[in-house]
T-cell receptor
């Protein structure tokens, strides 16, 4: 049973506009969330994280929002650039087993010039 | 370049072969991980090592055998694999368990 879900396998956005990638989770014990980006033939690269004590975390063009009541996480990229085209994974872990991260299946973002 | 290297990058093996995947991290991290990524599926955690001790073993079949001789090196020994074991195997490291992970490029394994 998948505890972290990314329901959109792909997303296409025009350069300069906002990209919004979504992630839902089922385990209310999750308290740490991360986003990774993956280019073809490379491993995932850590982008940004958020803990459950916050509802927003920003790093440059990337902002992660957490809605604990809805068990929903989103990544906003503003403005989107063609180099952002990649597969984005969200991941989550729970404090009682922080060794283990649960990953979503990924959303492929295509930013069109 | 994330500071985590994996060899080989591609491997084709028969079901009766024995092979090993190697991972090395140059980041001074204390924790290392093996993940499996099958087509169209999320990353699945296989093993976690912290300071060379295995701290997580995620119900992985015994035909996969990890080894962590020191905090910089991690191996995955493979024997009598099945075709459904064909996947991308990713190694990762983190400062300590629970921190963000740095991934290697992966080994694309095909079992024939």
């Amino acid at each position: 049973d998948q505890q972290v879900k990314q329901n959109s396998p792909s997303l296409s956005v025009q350069e300069g506009r906002i990209s919004i990638l979504n992630c839902d989770y089922t385990n209310s014990m999750f308290d740490y969330f991360l986003w990774y980006k993956k280019y073809p033939a490379e491993g995932p690269t850590f982008l940004i994280s958020i803990s459950s004590i916050k509802d927003k975390n920003e790093d440059g063009r990337f902002t992660v929002f957490l809605n604990k009541s809805a068990k929903h996480l989103s990544l906003h990229i503003v403005p989107s650039q063609p180099g952002d085209s990649a597969v984005y994974f969200c991941a989550a872990s729970a404090g009682d087993n922080f060794n283990k991260f649960y990953f979503g299946s990924g959303t492929k973002l295509n930013v069109k010039p | 370049e994330t500071g985590v290297t994996q060899t080989p990058r591609h491997l084709v093996m028969g079901m009766t072969n024995k092979k090993s995947l190697k991972c090395e991290q140059h980041l001074g991290h204390n924790a290392m991980y093996w993940y499996k990524q099958s087509a169209k599926k999320p990353l699945e955690l296989m093993f976690v090592y912290s300071l060379e001790e295995r701290v997580e073993n995620n119900s992985v079949p015994s035909r996969f055998s990890p080894e962590c001789p020191n905090s910089s090196h991690l191996f995955l020994h493979l024997h009598t694999l099945q075709p459904e074991d064909s996947a991308l195997y990713l190694c990762a490291s983190s400062q300590d368990p629970g921190y963000e992970q740095y991934f290697g490029p992966g080994t694309r394994l095909t079992v024939t």
